[in-house]
């Protein structure tokens, strides 16, 4: 987990350093340059829509820099620990088929030390499952059974592991934003209280600013949900292959003991 915030945190740097560079390579044109092409250009950027990630970045400056610092703080911390989810479950898939396949070769052979070792040597919740199996074959159907069932239950565990943390930026990015709005609202009102007058002027910055905490808080809530579903939605088929190897190995347990102690 430290490893994958360091590496967010450099490439977060990385990025920065570099648009600010071409930021600064940019504005390096003479000045007589820059008034021609603003010429030229006039009327067609007065004509064209702002693109929507410049309308985001202009409405988040616009935003008071505490709560807007905050809703940014819960995405980045929020993304951190989805792809540490992401990478984590990615790498504990395998081809369960294959894997199964091989550890029926190695009992029909009865080499049981042979599927021991392919067992431990496989990644992934399902190998880990077959080896705690295998180590007690020899110790009867229900020592095996018990086995894998709390084995598993340790396994889905781990899956899980984090899965909380993102659940709680979920929660947070949007009640940061309505915070900002609360107090932005107090705020108009201070306003009006000591201005005495209630023109649209006097209370237009101040209600802006609050809604505009609200929508950046909504907008991380959103991103953050659609990789939070697409973690559940690993961790669901990592679950089901682990039930549906659990049984296939109660079944290859029954014929190697029926084949080797008979």
Not at 150 to 164: H, I, M, R, W
């Amino acid at each position: 987990m430290k490893k994958l915030f360091a590496i967010i945190a450099v490439i977060g740097a990385v990025t920065f350093g570099s648009v600010q560079y071409a930021n600064a390579q940019e504005a390096t044109p003479a000045a007589t340059e820059q008034t021609q092409v603003a010429a030229d250009n006039a009327a067609a950027d007065d004509a064209a829509p702002e693109p929507i990630h410049k309308t985001l970045k202009t409405k988040f400056i616009e935003g008071t820099a505490s709560f807007m610092s905050l809703v940014s703080v819960a995405l980045v911390v929020g993304l951190a620990f989805c792809i540490e989810r992401i990478i984590y479950l990615s790498w504990a898939e395998i081809n369960t088929k294959k894997f199964i396949s091989k550890i029926e070769e190695h009992l029909e052979a009865g080499d049981l030390e042979g599927a021991k070792d392919f067992a431990r040597n496989t990644r992934g919740p399902v190998a880990s499952i077959y080896y705690q199996g295998l180590m007690r074959v020899n110790e009867g159907l229900d020592v095996v059974e018990r086995s894998v069932v709390s084995y598993g239950g340790v396994q889905a565990g781990y899956l899980e592991k984090g899965c909380s943390w993102i659940t709680l930026f979920i929660a947070m990015a949007p009640s940061l934003g309505f915070l900002g709005t609360v107090i932005g609202m107090v705020q108009a009102f201070d306003k009006i209280q000591k201005v005495g007058d209630i023109s649209p002027t006097v209370v237009a910055g101040g209600m802006k600013v609050a809604l505009i905490t609200t929508i950046f808080g909504l907008i991380v809530a959103l991103i953050l949900q659609l990789f939070y579903n697409y973690i559940l939605a690993k961790i669901e088929s990592l679950t089901s292959d682990m039930e549906d190897s659990s049984i296939t190995l109660l079944d290859l347990v029954i014929k190697y003991n029926l084949k080797y102690n008979n």
